[in-house]
């Protein structure tokens, strides 16, 4: 069961965020082009960097907490997840924060 630990946790954010789209209809997932264009470039950023760390020794995943799935350049299936889940998770927040509170979206000086 242990295996499970990192999956839940993505599964958990999924859970603590995704009902906006559903509850506040915020739109987000339809517009998914948009989303993945924000969100792409700097998960693969960042996934060069995990899979230069554990080359180097610098950074490791505890396999008994994954499931055990090793993706392109040695890196487990949750941590690519991760660099989509969480930012998809990010602005699903903001865009629910935004719709209850949409005099939010002004910037603060006013422009």
């Given at each position: 069961?242990q295996k499970w630990n990192y999956?839940?946790?993505?599964?958990?954010?999924?859970?603590?965020?995704?009902?906006?789209?559903?509850?506040?209809?915020?739109?987000?997932?339809?517009?998914?082009k948009r989303v993945a264009l924000?969100?792409?470039?700097?998960?693969?950023?960042?996934?060069?960097?995990?899979?230069?760390?554990?080359?180097?020794?610098?950074?490791?995943?505890?396999?008994?907490?994954?499931?055990?799935?090793?993706?392109?350049?040695?890196?487990?299936?949750?941590?690519y997840l991760f660099f989509i889940?969480?930012?998809?998770?990010?602005?699903?927040?903001?865009?629910?924060?935004?719709?209850?509170?949409?005099?939010?979206?002004?910037?603060?000086?006013?422009?």
């Amino acid at each position: 069961m242990q295996k499970w630990n990192y999956m839940a946790m993505l599964i958990f954010t999924v859970c603590g965020s995704f009902w906006l789209e559903i509850v506040l209809k915020v739109g987000v997932l339809r517009r998914i082009k948009r989303v993945a264009l924000s969100i792409l470039p700097v998960s693969t950023l960042f996934l060069l960097w995990d899979a230069y760390a554990i080359s180097k020794g610098h950074w490791f995943f505890d396999r008994n907490q994954m499931l055990g799935i090793i993706g392109p350049l040695n890196i487990p299936l949750e941590e690519y997840l991760f660099f989509i889940v969480v930012p998809m998770a990010a602005i699903l927040t903001i865009e629910g924060v935004t719709t209850v509170k949409p005099h939010w979206r002004k910037d603060e000086f006013g422009q």
